[in-house]
């Protein structure tokens, strides 16, 4: 993604975000602060939550444009996007070409880094087990996705990879972010794949 455009859409996260707290603080004038505090922390996370999953969304649609699995990813860090990919699996003829994979070396060469600390990933469908594999190997605090896969799903659906104790490295999973949009682009894809 070009640079202006990440920009651009910062903006646009802040502003959102900054009508968040502003209605939040209206419509609760009479919460103590403590609380309120809390609930804005919590606001300002589901709204920027919900609009870096829509850009994950951007991501999937440009793969069903391709032709492929529509499953998009985006990293983020310091709220800047530093990768955004799709799964390109047929057209590069790589299994291992799912979105979060490729997003997870534009990612590492954004910060010169194998390990992407401080990031946060963004992904329409629960992460495979070889996805997730990745995001234990480069250290990702924290995980965002959209639909569950019960058939493939290793954070927390078949396998809870991101999670367990006896790995090096476990991650914070939100999982459920526009889970229907997120499912729908992939029941919508493989129905017309069927027709
Ligand atoms: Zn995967």
Redesign the pocket.
């Known amino acids: 993604m070009p640079a202006s455009t990440a920009c651009d859409l910062q903006s646009t996260i802040s502003a959102t975000a900054l009508r968040a707290v502003r209605s939040d603080e209206h419509l609760s004038p009479a919460h103590g602060s403590q609380n309120r505090g809390t609930r804005i922390v919590q606001n300002l996370t589901s709204v920027t939550d919900d609009h870096y999953m829509q850009l994950a969304l951007a991501e999937a649609r440009a793969a069903a444009a391709e032709d492929e699995t529509p499953v998009g990813a985006v990293i983020v860090h310091d709220d800047t996007i530093i990768a955004a990919a799709h799964n390109q699996r047929e057209q590069l003829h790589d299994p291992t070409a ?1 979105a ?2 490729i997003a997870i070396t534009q990612a590492a060469e954004a910060l010169a880094s194998w390990r992407l600390t401080g990031c946060t990933l963004y992904v329409t469908l629960e ?2 087990p ?2 997730a594999g990745a995001i234990v190997q480069a250290r990702v605090p924290r995980v965002v996705y959209g639909a569950a896969d019960p058939k493939a799903g290793a954070a927390g659906s078949l396998f809870s990879l991101l999670d367990d104790a006896r790995l090096n490295h476990r991650c914070d999973v939100t999982p459920g972010v526009l889970a229907e949009p997120c499912g729908d682009i992939l029941r919508e894809f493989f129905r017309a794949k069927r027709s």
Do not use: D, I
């Open positions: 799912h979060e994979m992460p495979c070889m996805c």
